[in-house]
């Protein structure tokens, strides 16, 4: 891993790199016309566009998984970015009123000449948080779905009901993909963290798991099962 203008940057496979910011990381993909930048971390200001200049010459479009800060922060440099309609509410009550935002909606292909990237929308986390999924390459960008890390499910707009139902669809598709490229803790991780993070969900919804303080001061309960964390 390099470091440039404070963040870390891995190549993760040709075309594709893991940029982080300790905390997050996005990660920007190229095809043969153009690259597209899945989120854009925290930290706002235009660091992030000129770190992206120096990995790619192309156009560059960015596309956020969901509203949250942490994804959303260094959008400045790209221009007007992809988010699902059931996440503007959200995105311009945070700071963003007078951006445009262009819709994306569930089964939307995103073309990057030679590479595509499908649209598939996952509600729970937050009500509009989409993946993409590159079929060609088996790789599913996740969001904040997936993490060795934790996974915020709780305050307004999650639901853990929800984000059930978009793990077991996620899971329908697993023939589609073999690499999960997550935004918090590590970047990549097997398709068993599908099941183990269902597990850990249901067991969570049965009330079958036993909550203990969060890490840091959080209105919630952090909840633990096979290396899945749940904020609840």
Same mark, same amino acid.
């Given at each position: 891993?390099?470091?440039?203008?404070?963040?870390?940057?891995?190549?993760?496979?040709?075309?594709?790199?893991?940029?982080?910011?300790?905390?997050?990381?996005?990660?920007?993909?190229?095809?043969?016309?153009?690259?597209?930048?899945?989120?854009?971390?925290?930290?706002?200001?235009?660091?992030?566009?000129?770190?992206? !200049?120096?990995?790619? +010459?192309?156009? @560059?479009?960015? *596309?956020?998984?969901?509203?949250?800060? %942490?994804?959303? #922060?260094?959008?400045?440099?790209?221009?007007?970015?992809?988010?699902?309609?059931?996440?503007?509410?959200?995105?311009?009550? !945070?700071?963003?009123? +007078?951006?445009? @935002?262009?819709? *994306?909606?569930?089964?939307?292909?995103? %073309?990057?000449? #030679?590479?595509?990237?499908?649209?598939?929308?996952?509600?729970?986390?937050?009500?509009?948080?989409?993946?993409?999924?590159?079929?060609?390459?088996?790789?599913?960008?996740?969001?904040? *779905?997936?993490?060795?890390?934790?996974?915020h499910l709780f305050g307004a707009g999650r639901s853990l009901v929800a984000f059930i139902e978009s793990l077991k669809k996620l899971e329908s598709m697993s023939d589609s993909y073999d690499v999960i490229h997550a935004c918090h803790g590590s970047s990549t991780l097997g398709k068993e963290w599908v099941?183990?993070?269902?597990?850990?969900?249901?067991?969570?919804?049965?009330?079958?798991?036993?909550?203990?303080?969060?890490?840091?001061?959080?209105?919630?309960?952090?909840?633990?099962?096979?290396?899945?964390?749940?904020?609840?």
């Open positions: 891993m390099t470091t440039n203008n404070g963040f870390g940057v891995n190549q993760l496979a040709e075309g594709l790199w893991a940029i982080d910011e300790g905390m997050v990381c996005c990660f920007l993909i190229c095809g043969e016309d153009r690259a597209l930048l899945i989120d854009s971390c925290i930290s706002t200001g235009t660091a992030l566009s000129e770190l992206v !200049k120096t990995l790619t +010459d192309k156009p @560059v479009e960015l *596309v956020f998984t969901h509203s949250d800060r %942490d994804h959303t #922060g260094g959008q400045d440099g790209f221009g007007t970015a992809l988010l699902h309609p059931s996440e503007f509410q959200n995105y311009f009550s !945070k700071g963003n009123e +007078d951006r445009l @935002v262009k819709t *994306v909606w569930e089964g939307d292909l995103i %073309d990057l000449g #030679g590479r595509n990237l499908e649209v598939v929308l996952v509600p729970g986390h937050t009500p509009g948080s989409i993946a993409l999924l590159e079929r060609e390459e088996g790789w599913l960008f996740s969001g904040d *779905v997936f993490s060795d890390y934790w996974i099941s183990k993070t269902i597990r850990a969900a249901e067991k969570l919804l049965a009330g079958e798991l036993e909550g203990k303080d969060p890490p840091r001061a959080m209105p919630c309960k952090a909840y633990s099962h096979e290396g899945v964390t749940l904020l609840y």
